[in-house]
């Protein structure tokens, strides 16, 4: 027959493994679901990246799509000296964010003084609506001046010296697109392109 005494000592020991893998169990559960949470988080990142870089493709072909119908020769801004909300344009440099976001692109109280929400372009099939606004970067209406706009100037021909001088090459004053693309899952991405058009009207400053 066995020695009794050795019974206490196996009742103290018992329960003891089981309290250690109920611990090590939720640690391992712990990990688990952070592993899982960030696996999402960087599923939904990569897809937020996805979204931003095909809505920065939609807003480039917007550039394109604009310039041929608005500012193309011809076009309803070919000559615009005034402020035309019709046609998203302001002839005055517009007020802008420290980023150099026009504020009409970020309340869409203040767009309504600018554009209508009429010239938006969409695609519903893809989720997407891109906004954009055009300003002329002067501080006043009318025919552009070299004072009074920023413009950019060719620079005079080569050639031989002479003792007539060349002609003054044509002003071109810069006009500004600023695009908001609008997609899935509230992504935005805002895009801004400068470009120019000869100004035959322009004076040179003295």
Known sequence: MK???FFPRRRHQRGVVLLLCL??????????????????TSLTSAGNLAFRRDLVNQGERAVSLVLAN????????ANATDDL????FKATKLDTNTQGVPLALLDDKAFGAVGKDSNDITDAAAQISIRYVIDRLC???????????V???AAPAGGT???TPPPTPPTATIYRLSLRVTGPRDTQVF????????????????
């Open 161 to 163: 010296a002479s003792p």
């Open 191 to 206: 895009t801004q392109s400068t470009f120019t058009k000869p100004e035959h009207e322009s004076t040179a400053s003295p």
């Open 3 to 5: 020695n009794p005494s």
């Open 139 to 149: 501080t006043s209406t009318g025919p552009a001046t070299s004072t009074g706009c």
């Open 151 to 153: 413009q950019s100037s």
């Open 70 to 77: 608005k500012l193309a020769s011809g076009g309803a801004l």
């Open 85 to 88: 909300p019709g046609e998203n």
């Open 23 to 40: 611990i090590v169990l939720v640690i391992l559960l712990a990990g688990g679901v952070a592993v899982v949470r960030s696996m999402n």
